[in-house]
């Protein structure tokens, strides 16, 4: 168990719909990363938050957003659903990076979504 | 743009029979690069950081080890229970105070009994 927590873990909706995916990090962590896994493209880096800024974004379509509450559980949502935005979705979440021993990021169990 | 390819995609082995998985990469300024194991349909389990060319880390039958252009999972007599897809990821500065990882695609190891 990495101490990062991730609801729902399955997810059904249909196309054109909106829906919202939840991560707690792990205790102490400041920051969370979202990820999105396909079968094709492996392990897509998204967005980063660190306490409640966002920090860096990557492939994410401007249909998703994401924000990073005070308590610092994080918030991934979905729009305008497309069959092609069925995946896994993983949330990381790292210490401060106060040393190079802080670096690893720990991976929630994910959620499955599926657009039908 | 930074670039992650493991090799190779799959492989089966025998129980006890070691073998090596090979992860290239091409990064400005690497920062670390990091092995992870997942189970089908659950999160990247971590395993190693490496930081720099020369340095190996160990965990039961797995070694990492890096060079400046790759590095090589090593798993020693594996056992079924080591079946999994091994992850390679490199980390880089990516500006504004952030260090992303890009991941490879993935090795799915199979040990046979």
């Known amino acids: 168990d990495s101490g990062v927590t991730q609801t729902p873990k399955h997810l059904i909706t249909a196309t054109g719909q909106r829906v919202t995916l939840r991560c707690s990090p792990r205790s102490g962590d400041l920051s969370v990363y979202w990820y999105q896994q396909s079968l094709d493209q492996g392990l897509q880096f998204l967005i980063q938050y660190y306490n409640g800024e966002e920090r860096a974004k990557g492939n994410i379509l401007e249909r998703f957003s994401a924000q990073q509450f005070p308590d610092l559980h994080s918030e991934l949502n979905l729009s305008s659903l497309e069959l092609g935005d069925s995946a896994l979705y993983f949330c990381?979440?790292?210490?401060?990076?106060?040393?190079?021993?802080?670096?690893?990021?720990?991976f929630g169990p994910g959620t499955r979504l599926t657009v039908l | 743009e930074d670039q992650v390819t493991q090799s190779p995609e799959a492989l089966r082995l025998q129980e006890g029979e070691s073998s090596s998985l090979n992860c290239s990469y091409t990064v400005s300024g690497l920062r670390g690069l990091f092995w992870y194991r997942q189970d089908p349909g659950k999160g990247p389990e971590f395993l190693f950081t490496l930081y720099s060319a020369g340095e190996e880390k160990e965990k039961e039958r797995l070694k990492a080890t890096l060079t400046k252009k790759e590095s090589f999972l090593h798993i020693t007599a594996p056992k079924p229970e080591d079946s999994a897809t091994y992850l390679c990821?490199?980390?880089?500065?990516?500006?504004?105070?952030?260090?992303?990882?890009?991941f490879g695609k993935g090795t799915k190891l199979s040990v046979i009994p």
């Open positions: 990381a979440s790292s210490a401060p990076d106060r040393d190079r021993a802080n670096n690893e990021q720990f």
């Open positions: 990821a490199v980390q880089a500065y990516s500006g504004a105070g952030s260090y992303q990882l890009t």
